[in-house]
């Protein structure tokens, strides 16, 4: 359906394709699909970090032009760029533009980058006689070719220089399983219905004011396309179920169980779901387990059947199915959690809500408390997370719990005072708002070592390099202590976030690129409590 919509408005419109960017994968995807579909192929703008030899000259003549990733104040380079661009738009060529610029190492999508967007939009509205138009496009993996590389910068690991010689080490990755790729177009956005949302006339673009809040406008609302059209794939699913998981070990049965429940959320949801995993709402229990053997074959999970011997087990090691207990190995959560993530935004307001529920005392709360409770979750995770656009925390919080009433994990009564309901689909309430709770606490489980880790800064300021790679020591030996469970928690980027959010909160500042504690926190009792504050949302209230 999307492609046949670009077919229909690339006659009288140029067409700026804005995909997500999860894997180097992602330009070749959208040029085979657009040659498979005798579409025009796209123009890519992409980093000069790719235009090495042999790389370089293939990708050029695949469409590629390539740019710096910072201009650096120079005038004339960006000059050039943007004539460039212009001349592009204005003969009509389809452009490709990945609006989040670097590759994303979580698998979340991050916050769009105006920059070379700017230029385009500014080319759009130079371009008098034709409609540009911005398609929004999440291209969804299993599984990420870089997956094992970007569990290594995670947790601390410097990038990897693109080079030939990387790429010959790279050769390797073709022997290895990585599910299915699964493309979604998102609504087409225009100038003119952008100025129609801001309830601005296009003249007023000419205003630097007005064109950056089209700008800014048009960047968010891209980003928030991808996630609403990103599909969930078996491997997603299954990576989700595993790494939410409390105990040791899950067995075929649960996974499956599980699986199948989180998919009707998902499908009430409104989410797009792969058609290998479901058809009518119906979960394909074959799909979980080929995930399952995905993940078995990249070593990102471990099965065990009870009961066999050393040797048989070790023979039955590639055999998921009835009667498996699967396991995921401590170290390998970091590479699986890039898969988690990709549909970890289709839960993130439930579980935040969850727990707000949930903390103690618990449920049988006032309305107003929980709904408090849930806007100071919401700001201090709004860099981390992607909520409902155009509604403000209270109104999200109405909404969520409009939905959690009804489906059967809240009651609301007429004193204005929220509990837990009655269950669905074979799990009580708490079952459910703790599933969702648990979704997500290793974003919690960051934020509390990024907190721990603001300790380094009481002897002083530090450059962020500095503060993260302490910050991440610290979070090891908070995991080894068993402070902490989840070890995917200790991550490059969570902490960087934690940063950002502790900045907002007023705990620190940032002065001539070096980290300080504010004067109102800068003192050995003060850092503690701001640790405290977030491990409360740990602590759920018992059954």
């Not at 123009?43 to 235009?51: E, F, K």
Request: glycine content about 8%; overall charge neutral.
């Amino acid at each position: 359906e999307g492609i046949e919509v670009i077919r229909e408005r690339s006659k009288e419109s140029t067409i700026v394709l804005l995909p997500s960017h999860k894997s180097h994968v992602d330009y070749l995807v959208l040029s085979y699909v657009f040659n498979y579909e005798n579409l025009s192929l796209p123009l890519i703008a992409a980093g000069d970090n790719l235009s090495f030899f042999p790389l370089g000259p293939f990708l050029r003549r695949m469409g590629a032009f390539f740019i710096r990733r910072q201009f650096g104040g120079d005038r004339l380079y960006g000059a050039t760029v943007e004539a460039y661009v212009r001349r592009l738009i204005r003969d009509g060529h389809t452009l490709e533009v990945f609006i989040e610029g670097g590759r994303s190492r979580t698998g979340k999508a991050l916050r769009p980058q105006l920059g070379l967007l700017g230029m385009v939009l500014d080319a759009a509205l130079a371009v008098q006689n034709r409609e540009v138009l911005f398609v929004p496009i999440s291209i969804g993996y299993e599984r990420i070719v870089e997956s094992g590389a970007y569990g290594r910068e995670l947790i601390g690991g410097e990038k990897e220089k693109e080079d030939a010689a990387g790429l010959m080490r790279s050769a390797n990755v073709l022997r290895n399983r990585y599910g299915r790729i699964n493309m979604q177009f998102g609504k087409p956005l225009s100038v003119d219905d952008l100025c129609a949302e801001l309830s601005l006339p296009r003249s007023a673009l000419t205003l630097p004011a007005k064109r950056r809040a089209v700008l800014t406008r048009l960047g968010n609302r891209a980003i928030d396309e991808v996630n609403r059209v990103t599909a969930v794939t078996p491997g997603a699913l299954v990576a989700l179920v595993l790494l939410s998981d409390e105990r040791r070990t899950i067995s075929h049965e649960e996974l499956v169980f599980r699986c199948q429940r989180l998919l009707r959320v998902l499908t009430s949801a409104q989410a797009r779901i792969a058609p290998q995993i479901a058809q009518d709402g119906v979960l394909n229990e074959a799909a979980v387990t080929q995930a399952a053997q995905m993940f078995m074959d990249a070593e990102l999970l471990e099965t065990h059947h009870p009961g066999d011997f050393p040797s048989d087990q070790d023979r039955r090691l590639s055999r998921p199915g009835i009667g498996a207990m699967y396991r995921v190995p401590e170290r390998k959560r970091i590479e699986l959690d890039v898969s988690k993530n990709l549909i970890v935004h289709f839960f993130a307001e439930r579980a935040l809500a969850s727990i707000a529920l949930l903390m103690p005392p618990g449920p049988d709360l006032p309305i107003a408390v929980a709904r408090d409770r849930f806007c100071k979750l919401a700001e201090l995770f709004k860099h981390e997370f992607r909520y409902t656009p155009d509604k403000d925390y209270a109104e999200l919080f109405n909404d969520l719990l409009t939905t959690l009433t009804r489906d059967g994990d809240a009651e609301v009564s007429p004193g204005g005072r929220v509990d837990v309901g009655g269950g669905h689909d074979g799990y009580s309430a708490s079952v459910w708002l703790r599933t969702y709770a648990a979704i997500v606490r290793n974003f919690i489980e960051g934020y509390r070592i990024a907190a721990r880790g603001l300790t380094a800064l009481l002897r002083g300021p530090l450059s962020e390099k500095d503060l993260l790679k302490r910050t991440l020591t610290i979070g090891h030996r908070m995991y080894l202590a068993g402070e902490i469970q989840r070890h995917e928690a200790i991550s490059k980027p969570i902490l960087h976030n934690a940063l950002l959010a502790f900045k907002d909160e007023g705990y620190v500042q940032q002065r001539e690129g070096k980290y300080q504690l504010t004067a109102s926190f800068d003192s050995a009792d003060a850092v503690p409590a701001i640790e405290a504050r977030i491990a409360g949302y740990l602590e759920l209230a018992p059954e």
